[in-house]
C-alpha cells in the first residue's frame, strides 16, 4: 500500500533565536507502513544522519523532534520522535539564524529546476569569514550530504526502505497533485553562505 508513496521527513531545531525547521524527501521502495513504522524512521533518520550533522554545527543549536509523514497517502499517521539531547558539538557562537549554511542536492531529473537546497543553521561564526565556509566546516558538512545520499533502512522491528528524493510540489507555477520525486544524486554545500527568506515550500528536498 505505501511503497511509492513520497514522504516528508521534518526537523525542528530550536536555537535562542527560535524555532527553525528543514525537510528532506523520501520515496518509500519496500516495506508496509506499520503503527510504528514512520517513528521508527524519524529515530533512524536522527540517529544516522542528524548526529553527522551536529559535528558541524555550534553547541547553540539543538534538536526538539524529527517527524516523518506521507505527502501521498494520507491514511498513514505521522510518526515522530522528541529530543532533549542531541545539540551542536562545536564551542563558539552560532550565526544568526538567518545566515545559513546551503547544502546543494542535485537529482537524476535533465532539468535543474528540479534539483534542491537545504538551508543549515547554526555554523559557529569563526568557522566562516565574510560568509565564506572555512575548509574545515565545508568538509564536515558534506560529511552529513553523503550521509543523506543513502537509503534510510529499518531493519526491525519493522522493516521498511527509503530512497532520498528532491520533491517538486510545481512545475511553470502549476501545483502537482500529487507531487513527483526524483532521486537524489548528491548533496554538497555551497562555499558561500546565503541569507534565509521566507519560502513557499515549492521545491524541497531540504528546503521548504
Known sequence: MAVNDLYVCTTFCRTAEGVMQFTFGYK???????PDTLRLASLEFATTRLDVLMLAISSDVEIDKVQFHSITNFVDIPGSVNFNNI????????????????????????NAKHNGRIYIPGVVETDQEEGTLKAAVVTAINLFGTKLELDLVLAGPETAEFT???????????????????????????????????????????SS
Open 28 to 34: 518509500m521502495d519496500s516495506g508496509v507502513i506499520g
Open 87 to 110: 545539540e551542536g558539538a562545536l564551542a563558539g557562537e552560532a550565526v544568526p539564524n538567518n545566515s545559513c549554511a546551503v547544502l546543494s542536492l542535485k537529482t537524476n531529473a535533465p
Open 164 to 206: 532520498p528524493q528532491v520533491i517538486s510540489r510545481y512545475v511553470d507555477e502549476v501545483k502537482r497533485v500529487p507531487p513527483v520525486g526524483f532521486s537524489l544524486v548528491s548533496a554538497l554545500v555551497r562555499p558561500n553562505m546565503k541569507q534565509q527568506r521566507k519560502r513557499g515550500g515549492r521545491r524541497f528536498g531540504l
